[in-house]
C-alpha cells in the first residue's frame, strides 16, 4: 500500500490484495469506515525543486502510487515531467483517473505482454528517451530486480537517479535493523534515512536478498491463516 495523494485531511491510498493485513482491509472494512490510525511519513523527504526534464517510472502498487504524487508537485516547480507506468497486463491498469497522465506532461504506459499500451517495461521506454536525450533525473519506485537494472542503465549516462527502496519496516525508527540498506559501503535504514536513495550506491544484491529472505515463512503463515478464518465466516 502507498500514499496517492492526502488534502484536506484527507488521505487517499493504493492497496493491493495480497498478504494478510492488505486482505483485511478489503474484506472487513467499507467505504466510510475510519482506520484507527497509521504511521508516517517516515524517513526524509524528497528534494523538489527544478531539475529539467523529470521522468518517473513505476511497476508496482507503491511506485504507481508514488508517481501521481510526486509528478504533481515536480510539475509545479516548473520540470517537464513524463511518467512512465508498466503494468502486467490490461486486467491490471488503474483506472484512468488513477493514471500519472493526469499530471505528467509526457505519458507512457505499458505492458508486458502487450494487451495495452506499449508492450515492455518501463526500461524499454526510458532506454528510448535517454537516447533522445530528453532525460535529466530519474526517479522511480516499484520492484528492486528492476530499479537494480535501473541503475546499471543510467549510470553509463551520469544521469541522477533516485529509488524509492520498499524494504519492510517493523518498527518505524530505525531500532530493528529490519529495513537495512547497504549505501556506499555503510548500513542505512529506508524508514530513517530513505525511503528515496541514490540508486547508483545501493547494494541491490543485498536489498533484493534481504528482501526476499525476511518475515517470508511469517507472512504465508499470517495469510493462510486469515483465509481460514474467511472461509470458516462464509466470506470467501
Known amino acids: 500500500m502507498s500514499v496517492f495523494k492526502a488534502d484536506d485531511g484527507r488521505v ?5 490484495k495480497l498478504g ?12 466510510g469506515d ?4 497509521f504511521l508516517g511519513p ?3 523527504p524528497i528534494k523538489i525543486k527544478n531539475y529539467g526534464n523529470v521522468v518517473f517510472a513505476s511497476d508496482a502498487v507503491c511506485g504507481h502510487a508514488e508517481n501521481y504524487a510526486l509528478l504533481k508537485v515536480m510539475k509545479e516547480k516548473g520540470n517537464y515531467t513524463i511518467s512512465i507506468q508498466t503494468f502486467e ?3 491490471h491498469v488503474y483506472p484512468e483517473e488513477f493514471l500519472a497522465k493526469r499530471v505528467a506532461d509526457e505519458y507512457y504506459l505499458t505492458t508486458l505482454d502487450g494487451s495495452a ?11 528510448q528517451l535517454i537516447e533522445k536525450d530528453k532525460v535529466d533525473v530519474v526517479f522511480a519506485g516499484g520492484k528492486l530486480g528492476f530499479l537494480a537494472k535501473l541503475a546499471e542503465l543510467t549510470r553509463p549516462y551520469g544521469i541522477p537517479t533516485y529509488a524509492t527502496v520498499r524494504q519492510i519496516m517493523v518498527d518505524g525508527t530505525g531500532m530493528c535493523g529490519s ?3 547497504l549505501y556506499d559501503g555503510r548500513i542505512k535504514f529506508a524508514c530513517r534515512d530513505g525511503p528515496v536513495f541514490d540508486a547508483h550506491k545501493i547494494d541491490w544484491e543485498d536489498a533484493i536478498r534481504r528482501n526476499e529472505e525476511r518475515f517470508t515463512e511469517q507472512e504465508r503463515l499470517a495469510k493462510e491463516l486469515y483465509l481460514k478464518y474467511l472461509k470458516e465466516k462464509g466470506v470467501v
Open 42 to 44: 517516515l524517513g526524509r
Open 20 to 31: 494478510k493485513t492488505s486482505l483485511q482491509l478489503y474484506y472487513e472494512y467499507k467505504p
Open 12 to 16: 487517499a491510498m493504493f492497496i493491493r
Open 117 to 127: 499500451g506499449i508492450k515492455g517495461h518501463y526500461l524499454d521506454v526510458l532506454k
Open 179 to 181: 529495513c537495512r540498506v
Open 34 to 37: 475510519e482506520i484507527y490510525s
Open 89 to 91: 497486463d490490461k486486467n
